[in-house]
């Protein structure tokens, strides 16, 4: 799982009103090489929840990116895309748990695969 | 890339190996997903750059197609965890990026604009009432540019009503009518192949 999906998963338990984002927790993290694509990045960088990125980049332990939104014009910068494409793109949850920040549920991440499945009571 | 070379390439992929019938398992063909998602990309510009979810997605196919064809970031959730191993492994034997996602689709959660594009062949609904609209609701909540999906033409009139009405769909149209072989794959199945009438649908959320 890569970050960006993370950046989108939310908790849907029944009776949880924020359930973003889920909390990480890493037992396995691989790194996959992409190709970077610095318009789909500048796209990205508009609909993204940057505090959660920087957090779960950091539990996955890349601590680049800037503690604080920056602003857009740091998006001319190649030094700064490449950073943010590696944490975005390219950083993998591959095995571990996503914890829902409000009851604390845990749901698996295996093989890089999370289940998101709930169960009966909590639909 | 050409719509034959596309074809070629999900022809060569693995399906379910034990389909389950509650889940209404059935591959979609090469044939109706190569032309589903060509069109999504050339006649729309839907796919390239984009971020797009495969609902339902099982071995990948739609999903797969959508990655071929220049989708940056692609998500397939489905229920059953076999057909996203099937899945997970026909990417890599295409070589491509596909994220997964183990869920219910209809108690998918998440949050944000960020999915543009939402492509599915759901469960036509014959085994559970109503499955495809389901998929449909959640869909066009999810999508911030456009739907495509398959439904059986036979419920095309209720479909666009329920869309519009319903659903946050701004607009809805029946890009063509395919023909669907569903092949023998459960014992029920008395005939050796049959063909469905299918509405191949875009639609745009509000």
């Given at each position: 799982?890569?970050?960006?999906t993370h950046?989108m998963l939310s908790s849907n338990i029944k009776g949880v009103t924020n359930g973003f984002p889920l909390?990480?927790?890493?037992?396995?993290?691989?790194?996959?090489?992409?190709?970077?694509?610095?318009?789909?990045?500048?796209?990205?960088?508009?609909?993204?929840?940057?505090?959660?990125?920087?957090?779960?980049?950091?539990?996955?332990?890349?601590?680049?990116?800037?503690?604080?939104?920056?602003?857009?014009?740091?998006?001319?910068?190649?030094?700064?895309?490449?950073?943010?494409?590696?944490?975005?793109?390219?950083?993998?949850?591959?095995?571990?748990?996503l914890v829902c920040p409000e009851t604390?549920r845990k749901f698996?991440?295996?093989?890089?695969?999370p289940n998101m499945m709930l169960h009966e009571d909590e639909v | 890339?050409?719509?034959?070379?596309?074809?070629?390439?999900?022809?060569?992929?693995?399906?379910?190996?034990?389909?389950?019938?509650?889940?209404?398992?059935?591959?979609?063909?090469?044939?109706?997903?190569?032309?589903?998602?060509?069109?999504?990309?050339?006649?729309?510009?839907?796919?390239?750059?984009?971020?797009?979810?495969?609902f339902?997605?099982?071995?990948?196919?739609?999903?797969?197609?959508?990655?071929?064809?220049?989708?940056?970031?692609?998500?397939?959730v489905?229920i059953?965890?076999?057909?996203?191993?099937?899945?997970?492994?026909?990417?890599?034997?295409?070589?491509?990026?596909?994220?997964?996602v183990q869920c219910d689709v209809r108690n998918f959660g998440w949050r944000g604009?960020?999915?543009?594009?939402?492509?599915?062949?759901?469960?036509?609904?014959?085994?559970?009432?109503?499955?495809?609209?389901d998929?449909?609701s959640v869909?066009?909540k999810v999508?911030?540019?456009?739907?495509?999906?398959?439904?059986?033409?036979?419920?095309?009139?209720?479909?666009?009503?329920?869309?519009?009405?319903?659903?946050?769909?701004?607009?809805?149209?029946?890009?063509?009518?395919?023909?669907?072989?569903?092949?023998?794959?459960?014992?029920?199945?008395?005939?050796?192949?049959?063909?469905?009438?299918?509405?191949?649908?875009?639609?745009?959320?509000?």
């Amino acid at each position: 799982m890569k970050l960006l999906t993370h950046n989108m998963l939310s908790s849907n338990i029944k009776g949880v009103t924020n359930g973003f984002p889920l909390k990480i927790e890493a037992e396995k993290i691989i790194e996959r090489p992409v190709e970077i694509n610095p318009v789909f990045l500048k796209n990205m960088f508009a609909k993204l929840e940057w505090k959660p990125l920087v957090e779960a980049s950091r539990t996955m332990g890349f601590s680049e990116l800037p503690e604080d939104v920056p602003d857009m014009s740091v998006l001319d910068s190649d030094e700064f895309l490449q950073k943010f494409h590696h944490a975005l793109l390219e950083i993998h949850l591959e095995e571990g748990a996503l914890v829902c920040p409000e009851t604390g549920r845990k749901f698996p991440v295996q093989k890089g695969i999370p289940n998101m499945m709930l169960h009966e009571d909590e639909v | 890339m050409k719509l034959k070379q596309l074809e070629g390439l999900l022809g060569s992929l693995e399906q379910f190996s034990h389909p389950k019938i509650e889940l209404e398992q059935y591959p979609t063909g090469h044939h109706i997903a190569s032309r589903m998602l060509f069109s999504a990309e050339n006649s729309f510009g839907d796919i390239g750059d984009k971020v797009v979810a495969d609902f339902g997605c099982g071995c990948g196919t739609l999903g797969l197609a959508a990655a071929l064809l220049g989708a940056e970031h692609v998500i397939g959730v489905d229920i059953d965890v076999e057909s996203l191993a099937v899945a997970s492994a026909n990417a890599e034997d295409l070589e491509v990026d596909m994220e997964f996602v183990q869920c219910d689709v209809r108690n998918f959660g998440w949050r944000g604009q960020i999915i543009d594009t939402v492509v599915m062949n759901p469960p036509f609904g014959t085994r559970r009432k109503g499955a495809d609209m389901d998929f449909l609701s959640v869909a066009l909540k999810v999508a911030s540019q456009a739907v495509y999906s398959l439904h059986k033409t036979s419920t095309r009139d209720y479909v666009k009503r329920t869309v519009l009405r319903d659903y946050n769909a701004s607009s809805a149209e029946v890009i063509c009518e395919l023909r669907y072989d569903v092949p023998k794959l459960y014992k029920f199945h008395k005939k050796k192949e049959v063909d469905i009438a299918v509405d191949l649908w875009r639609f745009v959320p509000k």
